[in-house]
């Protein structure tokens, strides 16, 4: 007997999982049921597991058995496959034993050809539909299929809607589609040297193919091994008859769950798009409708599909996650597994009351505050332990979470016990930029010194890392590895805890509770995205911060510190090289060598940003931090450098400056040294490039700091362009890039309408800017503004709160002056204030088009500039919009 490989959604049942896939089995349990599923048919695991051993190609009695089914199908509808008036068409998914969302492909609207798509528009009476769902096949055959970049289709479309001044998809007609099928066409032709196929059984088979190639794809094996899923398992292919969500605005598609995945409340949650196919939904172009909006535009629909999830919920005796089609007012169910769900219980009367229509989303938004997040962002302690805990001392909350670990006194020491697994706390009396390794390794950070926007505070809160500064009953000694507070002494390798949400510093190891970030955290946000009208970016040096912000919502990247990619030990031996060297000659040598780890710096912070904006600002701290001061260390670093001790100690002499902050660094070592600007630059360009070929356009913004006068940035700016014309000389290729500069010399506030004609973006560094305007250090002003603070001088630190009064008007003279003289200036900020929502408040007034913050303060800054949006309703805000 001929074993069966492809089974009729009629044939199979839930219990057939590991034969059928999840996906197939639940679709022919729903099909027992009587519900409302396009009919279809899936190949089985099996014969994926086959199609290995068949050295990846599919054999003729699988065809044959396929073939049937077509016939079937085709008889159950009264359509034929490709008709040329009534076309069945097909989608084809995988389907895993486990659910693996997003792991594996899927190919929507197969078998539309130059005929059929005839035939289409004719049985529809709607012939944009038809082209519309032919341009998405074509595209999405050519990448799935055929592995053509997907980004030469994109592309396509993107210069169609310029060419017709439209914004969406959803305004081209259907001779603009028309056009465009005939455009995709081509680009098919001209990568794979073949015409589009017109076969439909030919794509079937190619699309087939896909799918089970798709199970050893490099996601869908790591996905396995993260999830240790058996590789051996297959997928099964679940070929599908069409239903259709883009026929007009009596369609749709969309996903829901039975109950609040985040809650578990007993009602619908979910989302949908009005006139789409799945894959807008999971793309993100469009943001989808709340599912329970269904019920106010198309009430039948909203009560069968409730009526649908209950019985299945009741089925299956688990909440259900459904994926559901309407097309032209009739609801089909496309899938139903059990719904991955949390236990977060955090903005749940929020969430509840907009559910329930009591409150709106509007108001919802309004009743959180924002900084109230942070308790949901980082870890906290276990609150039973955290009662008995013996308390050691206070200092400042410099950045959120709970941390607990041995404590030592330099970077090294901890990035060693780290790696022998040990849970760590870097204990300074300040950190440096010398430290920026151990600050990686560790738990968390303490310092004795410093304040809110400290070295330790600012680079702590941009990795997410629980920090307590300043904490000045505590006595660090370093040269004998102790701690003194009061009576206590610890030593290196004694436990303590930090609490970085109100400071405390506690002795002992505290359990802590991890947050989770899903369900009606998830909801309350996308509301939040839904209302507010100013971008959020995030200040990331590295992919595994951008990768942080970007699942908190970022939007881009407004400030990339490239100082912070010098401090390891693999690449400060070759910065040292540079810094002491004697000739141009000897320093452009070195620059050669930092530049390849530069390059695979931007290129993956480019991979984990995709098309995002990256503003990356070059070189701005002096030279001497990346030299030691310690006579020991100086004697290592000539002996390992092959130089006297003299002559090292000469350097970093020579290189010590007495107010550092203000000396020489940020473009004045471009004018010196222009080199090393160039080198960056080159290597910014080179990541884009490489990722331009790869199919990404990436749009370098590239930054020049503390620019105090156009003459400044006109020099810097002619030395960077000279540089990225060689790189696109030696290429061969070309990209747009923005050069601007950080608006952070007050001088250069007053001064924004000439620099602003040399510049494509100013961003607001209101670190310095603050440093500036008051005429105080940052590190030193904490021991005397407290008592400002008490003494009512000033309400809060100008370093923790922008100053709006006086900072503030030199932003707004440089906002209003930079405008007049280029009204294509993109403005926005990214010192520690752009995390701050009251700080935020006044930069929304002020008309910038985005914030930018660590990663950890990105939802609380989506929040408050939805809050804004909402004030500014009712308010003058004055705020311009984009």
Known sequence: MTKKYVYDFSEGNKDMRSLLGGKGANLAEMTCLGLSVPPGFTITTEACNRYYEENQSLWDELLDEINLHISSTEEKLNKRFSDEDNPLLFSVRSGAVFSMPGMMDTILNLGLNDKSVIGLAKSTENKRFAYDSYRRFIQMFADVAMEVPKVHFETALENMKEKRNVELDSDLNSEDLEELVGTFKNIYKEELNEEFPQDPLVQLKYAIEAVFRSWNNPRAEIYRKLHNIDSSLGTAVNVQSMVFGNMGDTSGTGVAFSRNPATGENKLFGEYLINAQGEDVVAGIR?????????????????????????????????????????????????????????????????????????????????????????????????????????LSKGLAASPGAASGKIYF??????????????????????????????????????????????????????????????????????????????VILKEGDTISLNGNNGTIYIGNIDKVDPALSGSFETFMSWVDEVRDMKVRTNADSPKDAAQAIKFGAEGIGLTRTE??????????????????????????????????????????????????????????????????????????????????????DTVRDLHEVNPMLGHRGCRLAVTYPEIYRMQARAIISAALKHQKEGLNIVPEIMIPLVGDVKELVYVKNEIIEEINLVFEENSSSLEYHIGTMIEVPRAALLADEIAKEADFFSFGTNDMTQMAFGFSRDDAGKFLGEYEEKKIYPRSPFETLDQKGVGKLMEIAVSEGKKSNDKLHLGICGEHGGEPSSIEFCYKLGLDYVSCSPYRVPIARLTVAQTTIKSKNENYGHIDK
């Open 287 to 391: 943001t989808p409708e709340h599912i329970s909006t269904l019920h106010e535009i198309m009430p039948e629909v909203y009560d069968e599909f409730l009526s649908t999830a209950n019985k299945l919920e009741h089925h299956y005796k688990d909440m259900q996650d459904l994926e559901f089609t309407i097309e032209n007012g009739k609801l089909f169910i496309l899938q139903t597994r059990s719904g991955k769900r949390t236990a977060q219980a955090a903005l749940n009367v929020a969430v509840d009351l907009v559910k329930e229509g009591l409150i709106t989303k509007e108001e919802a938004i309004m009743r959180i505050e924002p900084n109230s997040l942070n308790q949901l962002l980082h870890p906290t302690f276990d609150t039973e332990q955290l009662e008995k805990a013996e308390i």
């Open 410 to 487: 330099n970077a090294e020491d901890v990035v060693e016990a780290s790696k022998k697994g040990e849970k760590t706390i870097l204990v300074r009396q300040e950190t440096s930029p010398e430290d920026i390794e151990g600050m990686i390794s560790a738990q968390g950070i303490l310092t004795a010194r410093g304040g809110m926007t400290s070295h330790a505070a600012v680079v702590a809160r941009g990795m997410g890392k629980c920090c307590v500064a300043g904490a000045s009953e505590v006595m660090v000694d370093e040269s004998q590895k102790i701690v003194r507070c009061k009576d």
């Open 564 to 649: 912070h990619m010098f401090f390891n030990e693999d690449r400060i031996p070759v910065v040292r090289e540079m810094i002491l060297s004697k000739t141009t000659e000897q320093r452009k040598n070195a620059l050669e060598k930092i530049r390849p780890m530069q390059e695979n710096d931007f290129y993956e912070i480019y991979k984990v940003m995709q098309e995002r904006p990256v503003t990356i600002r070059l070189l701005d701290p002096p030279l001497h931090e990346f030299l030691p001061t310690e006579k020991k260390d100086i004697e290592n670093l000539a002996k390992e450098m092959g130089l006297t001790y003299e002559e090292v100690n």
